[in-house]
């Protein structure tokens, strides 16, 4: 058995026992394997243990990857990383999902530049819950009025809330980050946004992160042992 599909099954033993720990069904829960920094080959790995989502921060090399895995239909990628504006049209042709959405203009920029042949490119709000200075994301309290904007917009489908907090173990804190997240999606499905989608909790929080009611984990470490060099 190679290391990605050994990962894999501790990772989703993980994820399957901390789901009847918050007395959730598994299969609420979607594993996003983070694959930046890795080569096309350890993807391949993964997806042919079952593995269907991957995530990338790096563009362009994600894009040299998505091209060179075209030949694996079911897989479906996920932009994770920080956007620049000059670089919303290859996201926006090459991606099913982008979770660091933070700005209309980028909105913006992706719905006009999504090919009309695609499905809509389903879109995560970043949000900067722990209020650190270096970190992208949209305050709590500007999210209502930019997910409004963004709901209608043509051509994307605004989904959901997407957080990376402080890095900390203290447990009582990683618990408020990730609930403030889960009420604010909350309170914008309040105002009539369908929404159905929390993007947060990665190898070293994800048991938090499920319990306060994400739909999606971002796991790299614990799947692919430690990032590569660039």
């Known amino acids: 058995m190679n290391l990605p599909e050994k990962n894999l099954l501790k990772v989703k033993q993980r994820l399957l026992l901390a789901a009847q720990q918050a007395r959730r069904e598994a299969d609420t829960v979607r594993l996003i ?4 920094t890795q080569p096309a080959e350890a993807v391949e790995q993964a997806y042919l243990a079952g593995q269907m989502e991957f995530g ?3 563009l362009q090399e994600a894009v040299d990857k998505i091209t060179k895995l075209a030949h694996l239909t079911a897989i479906k990628w996920h932009f994770i990383g920080s956007i620049q504006s000059n670089k919303t049209k290859l996201i926006a042709q090459h991606f099913d999902w982008v979770h660091s959405v933070d700005r209309l203009k980028l909105a913006q920029r992706l719905s006009a530049q999504r090919n009309q042949d695609q499905a809509p490119l389903n879109i995560c709000l970043q949000v900067n819950v722990s209020q650190e200075p270096s970190k992208s994301g949209v305050a709590l309290t500007d ?3 930019l997910a409004s904007q963004i709901a209608g917009l043509n051509n994307i489908r605004l989904r959901g809330l997407m957080a990376i907090p402080l890095n900390t173990s203290d447990s009582a804190l990683q618990h408020q980050y990730f609930k403030q997240l889960h009420d604010c999606l909350l309170q914008l499905k309040q105002i009539g946004l369908p929404l159905d989608t929390l993007s947060m909790g990665m190898s070293g929080d994800m ?3 499920i319990a306060e009611g994400a739909t999606m984990i971002r796991v790299g470490t614990a799947i692919f ?3 590569q060099k660039k």
């Open 143 to 145: 999210v209502p009025a």
């Open 33 to 36: 394997a983070v694959s930046k």
């Open 56 to 58: 990338e921060n790096y």
């Open 225 to 227: 042992g430690d990032r």
């Open 207 to 209: 048991e938090i992160a």
